[in-house]
């Protein structure tokens, strides 16, 4: 299984700061890799799929880079619909894995 | 627009078989993956395994021996079944529709698209 590892665990964070949430895998994965947010009580949301595209509806302020093993998920200006958690997760291979997840806090 | 609703029973017992299903509405169930996953409480997502409308299912070796999913394209729904459960299977159960949402000289880059809302299941006597 191709184990995904994100970091930081947690962060707290201003509304308007950038927030920059790093994802490794423990495999080279190309560019398969997405990202959901997911809020209290509700199911996670696509943000980005194929390592940097932005789904369809999802405001720009939301960016993916990386290839291989690392990652990053960058929000340019945190807003207050932005305080949730937020998974990574590798589409190279079955099974599917998941990182263990950055929980967005406000400062 | 597709929608994805879970239904089964909140309440299952120890070392009986937990059964989930998911109804899809607005689409049809042919033609895409369809995804279980589920979260226990505190902790991060499992993927539980994925079945086309044709084909092998892919289970999560984890949980392989316990799994089974199923299609039923006259219902446009797709089933779970978790057999001997306990109660480290009590968890938040999530279905979701996975696409090739993008192309690239022929390699697909799939992704979770659309998810249910989650159903709570709860294994106690």
């Known amino acids: 299984d191709i184990q995904m590892t994100q970091s930081p665990s947690s962060l707290s964070a201003s509304v308007g700061d950038r927030v920059t949430i790093t994802c490794r895998a423990s495999q080279s994965i190309s560019s398969y890799l997405n990202w959901y947010q997911q809020k209290p009580g509700k199911a996670p949301k696509l943000l980005i799929y194929a390592a940097s595209s932005l789904q369809s509806g999802v405001p720009p302020r939301f960016s993916g880079r990386g290839s291989g093993t690392d990652f990053t998920l960058t929000i340019s200006s945190l807003q207050p619909e932005d305080f949730a958690t937020y998974y990574c997760q590798q589409s190279d291979s079955t099974p599917r894995t998941f990182g263990q997840g950055t929980k967005v806090e406000i400062k | 627009q597709v929608q994805l609703q879970e239904s089964g029973p909140g309440l299952v017992k120890p070392s009986e078989t937990l059964s989930l299903t998911c109804t899809v509405s607005g689409g049809s169930v042919s033609a895409y993956y369809w995804n279980w996953i589920r979260e226990p409480a505190g902790k991060g997502l499992e993927w539980i395994g994925r079945?086309?409308?044709?084909?092998?299912?892919n289970y999560n070796p984890s949980l392989k021996s316990r799994v089974t999913m199923s299609v039923d394209t006259s219902k446009n729904q797709f089933s779970l079944k978790l057999s001997s459960v306990t109660a480290a299977d009590t968890a938040v159960y999530y279905c979701?529709?996975?696409?090739?949402?993008?192309?690239?000289?022929?390699?697909?880059?799939?992704?979770?698209?659309?998810w249910g809302q989650g159903t709570t299941v709860t294994v106690s006597s």
């Open positions: 079945i086309y409308t044709s084909g092998s299912p």
């Open positions: 979701a529709r996975e696409v090739a949402a993008a192309v690239v000289s022929y390699s697909y880059y799939y992704a979770m698209d659309v």
